[in-house]
C-alpha cells in the first residue's frame, strides 16, 4: 500500500475526530441553552497578564443566585483592548447545578470551541477525502 494513502488516511480521520469534537461542543452549547438559567452579571475585575505586544485582559464576573448566594466567574477569553469596561452588566448562560459551567451570551462565548475545531478539521477532511477519493475512483 502507498504510504500517501496513509498520510491522508490519517488526515480524513484526524479531521472526522475534530468534527465530532465540534459537533459534541455545540451540542453542549445547545443544551445549556435550552436548560441553562441565563443572568445578567457584573464585570467586578480584571485580571491581567502580559501577552507577546499588549496586557491581555480576562474579565472577572459576579452574580448572585436565586439563594442570594455570591458566585464570580473568570472568563477563558483573553482579550487586548479590554471587552467591558469595570461596572458593565454582561448576559451570562450557566448551569442550573453546576454554577462552574458558564458561558458568555455573544457569538464568541457560545460557539467559540465549535467554530475553531470545524476550522481545523475542514481542510482535513477535503484534503484527506478528497485525495482518499481519487486514489479509490
Known amino acids: ?42 464585570v467586578k475585575e480584571y485580571v491581567v497578564s502580559r501577552g507577546d505586544d499588549n496586557d491581555m485582559y480576562q474579565p472577572v464576573f459576579e452574580f448572585k443566585d436565586r439563594n442570594q448566594i455570591t458566585h464570580t466567574y473568570t472568563s477563558t477569553i483573553k482579550s487586548y483592548p479590554p471587552p467591558y469596561k469595570i461596572g458593565a452588566k454582561v448576559a451570562i448562560i450557566h448551569d442550573r447545578s453546576d454554577k462552574s459551567k458558564v458561558k458568555t451570551i455573544s457569538f464568541w462565548g457560545l460557539y467559540r470551541g465549535s467554530v475553531i475545531l470545524l476550522m481545523i478539521a475542514s481542510p482535513l477532511l477535503v484534503i484527506g477525502g478528497a485525495y482518499l477519493l481519487y486514489e479509490f475512483y
Open 1 to 42: 500500500m502507498n504510504w500517501w494513502v496513509l498520510l491522508y488516511g490519517f488526515f480524513f480521520a484526524l479531521g472526522c475526530l475534530l468534527a465530532y469534537g465540534a459537533y459534541s461542543e455545540f451540542q453542549k452549547t445547545k443544551s445549556l441553552l435550552a436548560n441553562g438559567r441565563k443572568t445578567k452579571v457584573l
